[in-house]
């Protein structure tokens, strides 16, 4: 079983910068391909990126150019790096785990989730 703890969410004006962090226990997750989601108030949870065991990384369109994943195997901890924030980035932010080597954008297809962080962008 694997625990995933999101952290560094929190209230950044427009323009501003954010790290969030999601802390992997139970197992390395150094495999594993990692994912980063979304849910916006009153909207469904979305894609924002994923890095797969290799490094490899896709984001969502919405967020490319201004977020990056990163993962750090000696410490079973991922980042998203969310540069150049906009209000519209204002959502709970989910960590995610797929067993498997590589990434995928559907979130059907991951099998362990944090409990989210919320990110708030004010304009």
């Known amino acids: 079983q694997v625990r995933l703890v999101e952290s560094g969410g929190g209230l950044v004006q427009t323009g501003g910068s954010l790290t969030l962090s999601c802390a992997a226990s139970?197992?390395?997750?150094?495999?594993?391909?990692m994912g980063w989601f979304r849910r916006a108030p009153g909207k469904d949870r979305e894609f924002v990126g994923y890095i797969s065991w290799s490094g490899v990384t896709d984001y969502a369109d919405s967020v490319k150019g201004r977020f990056t994943i990163s993962r750090d195997n000696a410490k079973n901890t991922v980042y998203l790096q969310m540069n150049s924030l906009k209000p519209e980035d204002t959502a709970v932010y989910y960590c995610?785990?797929?067993?498997?080597?590589?990434?995928?954008?559907?979130?059907?297809?991951?099998?362990?989730w944090g409990q989210g962080t919320q990110v708030t962008v004010s304009s």
């Open positions: 995610a785990a797929r067993r498997a080597l590589v990434g995928v954008r559907r979130e059907q297809e991951y099998d362990y």
């Open positions: 139970g197992r390395t997750v150094s495999t594993y391909a």
